[in-house]
């Protein structure tokens, strides 16, 4: 498609297991981000890709969170161990460049729920 | 550091009512700033954008003037829809550095028929 793709599109785990979200940006959008949105919270910044590079990851919350992103296009997110407070939804956009002013295309999002 | 303050919601109108979501912003330098929206069920999108101070956005009916020296970005309508239920973001982008964006806490609208 033309949009910006996540799966899966929901994640019932249990605590302590790891998982692996995925996202597949627009096609020659160089910059990929992740944010991650929890219940009345706002969408918290978690890692910037440009390429293949991740030049702020400044958001990732511990650890446990990672992130990677193949021949600058798809990008996984993984969490080990994953706790309740994990859950939330996460989203990724993608952008042409990067550049300021280069509006985010967003994912509908992988809600994940820790039980 | 930078950050995005916009109102509390839900805000509930009556369809045809005027619309103003507050949104201040703190930040180094000359943030581009924005208004995304999230359609029930769909993912958030692009409202408006304004890139300098006393540049105005528009989109869709919808209003947003840069205001450099009251910090703000204030997302106005004349006469909102039904169709304009939804959570409308403030956020902000540095123009230097890296190129992350900040995102208020987003505010619900309910547009009553």
């Known amino acids: 498609g033309a949009g910006v793709s996540q799966s899966p599109s929901n994640k019932v785990t249990e605590k302590g297991k790891d998982v692996e979200l995925r996202c597949d940006p627009i096609s020659g959008h160089t910059a990929l981000y992740w944010y991650r949105q929890s219940l009345g919270q706002g969408l918290e910044f978690l890692i910037y890709?440009?390429?293949?590079?991740?030049?702020?990851k400044s958001g990732l919350p511990s650890d446990r969170f990672s992130a990677e992103r193949t021949g600058g296009s798809v990008s996984t997110l993984t969490i080990q161990r994953t706790q309740q407070e994990d859950s939330a939804v996460y989203l990724c956009?993608?952008?042409?460049?990067?550049?300021?002013?280069?509006?985010?295309?967003f994912g509908n999002g992988t809600r994940l729920t820790v039980t | 550091g930078n950050s995005v303050t916009q109102m509390e919601g839900p805000v509930t109108l009556s369809e045809e009512a005027f619309l103003t979501i507050n949104c201040t912003y703190t930040?180094?330098?000359?943030?581009?700033l924005f208004w995304y929206v999230q359609y029930p069920g769909e993912g958030l999108q692009l409202l408006l954008k304004?890139?300098?101070?006393?540049d105005k956005g528009s989109n869709k009916g919808f209003e947003a003037t840069y205001r450099k020296e009251t910090t703000s970005f204030h997302l106005e309508k004349g006469s909102v829809q039904v169709s304009d239920s939804a959570v409308y973001f403030c956020a902000l982008a540095r123009t230097s550095g890296t190129y992350k964006y900040i995102f208020g806490t987003g505010t619900r609208l309910k547009v009553l028929a």
């Open positions: 304004a890139t300098k101070a006393d």
């Open positions: 890709f440009q390429g293949n590079s991740a030049p702020d």
């Open positions: 956009a993608s952008s042409l460049s990067g550049v300021y002013n280069s509006p985010l295309h």
């Open positions: 930040a180094t330098g000359y943030p581009s």
